[in-house]
């Protein structure tokens, strides 16, 4: 199909007003995969654009002792893994204020040593008690960490005192509605709702932030997103990778808790809300929560699950799942998951959401399309295939190749009438040039500034899980046949099936 490429004014460097107050992050896990590679080159990048306060410091925490080698560790992920030079003139300073203390995390001792190493932190680098937790340790941790800093004083400000103390919790966030529940719980017994910061790094992504922009900033768009214009909608999050020898998470999550529960809904949200009245954190909560509580309950029979056996992935064979590291041999986890939303207000109204995330899959992209209603092509139906031309569509690219495409028709050149889809493409590279970003830049910046806009809300991750516990249940309850697709496929033919019924087909991606 030929591409049209889409001309974009010179854009303007952004430029940031909002600094956060001195501070620490403390970083629980920080020996762990997260910290190295994307949390430490994020705080970098920040810094090499002005966005840290002058008065900061990093600190890791984690069980064994790397006071020697966890700022050199650290080092190496700023420049590897976030495109630094390692001549560039910050690193240097910035590194002197990335420090590290260990404990374990059931250790009362070990954090009221921790809390009396901050403070003297604080005199040195002028932090002034602001302290933003980062919970990047494995889920079982979570309340924990939080009862003990709790009992360490560590939880909340001194009273009287005008410090702040925030907690970002990494996902998942519970296992199913009971869980979260209970999570939500705990973390509440010790924080008030308003220090919790739930990660979601979906919405760290430039992506995901600009349908809202695409959206409400944009007069042509908003008038057609809806029951009356659109036929449907399809959220796609697929994964050519395997499971990277994470066996044993995997086992436990499987891809309708690891994607569909929290990255696909949060990604519905912003393409379903209705235009909140500005973008503070209650506004665009309240009206994804809207929308989330409008989805119908969700029959098993427009769920599909699946599991990839051995395939070919990038002309190389793959084994099936059930072969992999630490996998049960008969395991019955699904690493695909689709499923049939409605959205029953007044916009969306008859208009199904088909969403799907799966490992294995033919090709690494993440992507919403919109399928617009066809118009009657009555009047180009005398030349042989001219009707042929499929229904209009947006296509978001959320990863990789981050853009926006539109597919119209257009007349083919020659004698004739003959109408041929084409792509106006917008490319965010070719727009912006390429960025180094990992999208938790932003997502830690909008934490030491208070702003929690793009994180989940408690009343948010129960009514997701309570979409999705009952789908879990009853998969737990009936045994399917397993394998049921080819690893570097598109997944079960089930999942054909499922918009087949409705006289649908997945768009190609
Ligand atoms: N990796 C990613 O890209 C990614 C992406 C999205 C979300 N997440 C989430 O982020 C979280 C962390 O992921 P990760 O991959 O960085 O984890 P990880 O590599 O498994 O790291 C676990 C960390 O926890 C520490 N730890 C474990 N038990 C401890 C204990 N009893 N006392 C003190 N420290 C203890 C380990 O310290 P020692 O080394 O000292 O044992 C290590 O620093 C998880 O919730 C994950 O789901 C990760």
Redesign the pocket.
């Known amino acids: 199909m030929p591409n049209t490429e889409v001309s974009v004014n010179t854009p303007v460097p952004h430029k940031a007003e909002r600094k956060p107050d001195p501070c620490i992050v403390v970083i629980?896990?920080?020996?762990?995969?997260?910290?190295k590679?994307?949390l430490l080159p994020a705080l970098y990048h920040l810094e090499q654009h002005g966005l840290l306060p002058h008065d900061f410091a990093v600190v890791g925490?984690?069980?064994?002792d790397?006071s020697a080698t966890f700022a050199p560790d650290m080092k190496d992920g700023i420049v590897k893994g976030g495109g630094v030079e390692e001549s560039d003139p910050k690193l240097a300073p910035f590194m002197e204020r990335v420090q590290y203390f260990?404990?374990?995390?059931?250790?009362d001792e070990g954090f009221l040593k921790l809390k009396a190493y901050l403070a003297d932190l604080d005199t040195k680098f002028g932090t002034k008690a602001n302290r933003l937790f980062y919970?990047?340790?494995?889920?079982e941790?979570f309340a924990d960490i939080i009862q003990r800093l709790g009992k360490a004083g560590m939880a909340t400000p001194a009273e009287g005192a005008s410090n702040w103390v925030r907690v970002i919790i990494?996902?998942?966030f519970g296992t199913d509605l009971k869980s979260a529940r209970k999570l939500n719980d705990e973390v509440n017994a010790v924080l008030s709702e308003n220090q919790i910061f739930r990660i979601d790094?979906y919405l760290g992504k430039e992506t995901v932030q600009n349908i809202l922009v695409f959206r409400f900033a944009n007069g042509i768009f908003e008038p057609v997103w809806n029951r009356n214009y659109i036929d449907h909608v399809e959220i796609t999050a697929a994964e050519s990778i395997g499971i990277e020898g994470r066996g044993p998470?995997y086992e436990q999550a499987g891809a309708l808790r690891d994607v569909l529960q929290n990255h696909i809904m949060e990604v519905l949200s912003f393409v379903a809300m209705e235009p909140p009245d500005s973008f503070a954190a209650e506004a665009v909560r309240a009206e994804k929560l809207k929308v989330w509580r409008s989805i119908e309950p969700i029959p098993v029979t427009d769920t599909v699950r699946g599991q990839y056996g051995p395939g070919t992935v990038d002309g190389k064979p793959a084994v099936g799942y059930r072969e992999e590291e630490r996998v049960n041999p008969e395991s019955q986890q699904a690493t695909f998951a689709a499923a049939k939303l409605h959205i029953e207000n007044w916009r969306w109204a008859g208009v199904p959401f088909y969403v799907r995330a799966a490992k294995r899959l033919a090709k690494r992209v993440t992507e919403v399309t919109i399928v617009f209603k066809q118009p009657p092509l009555h009047l180009f139906k005398t030349e042989a295939g001219s009707s042929d031309i499929g229904p209009n569509l947006i296509s978001m690219r959320i990863q990789p190749d981050e853009g926006i495409a539109l597919r119209f028709g257009a007349k083919v050149p020659g004698p004739t009438t003959n109408v041929a889809p084409v792509n106006m493409d917008f490319s965010y590279a070719k727009a912006f040039g390429k960025s180094s970003a990992n999208g938790y830049e932003r997502l830690l910046l909008d934490a030491m500034l208070g702003d929690a806009t793009l994180f989940a809300h408690r009343d948010g991750v129960e009514a997701t899980w309570a979409l999705y516990t009952p789908i879990l249940e009853a998969w737990a309850k009936e045994k399917i046949d397993l394998p049921n697709y080819a690893a570097g496929t598109w997944g079960p033919k089930a999942s054909d099936d499922l918009l087949a019924a409705d006289g649908r087909a997945w768009t190609e991606l």
């Open positions: 629980f896990g920080a020996s762990g995969d997260l910290t590679r994307k925490v984690a069980r064994r790397l260990a404990t374990n995390f059931d250790d919970l990047a340790v494995a889920p941790f990494e996902k998942p790094h998470f």
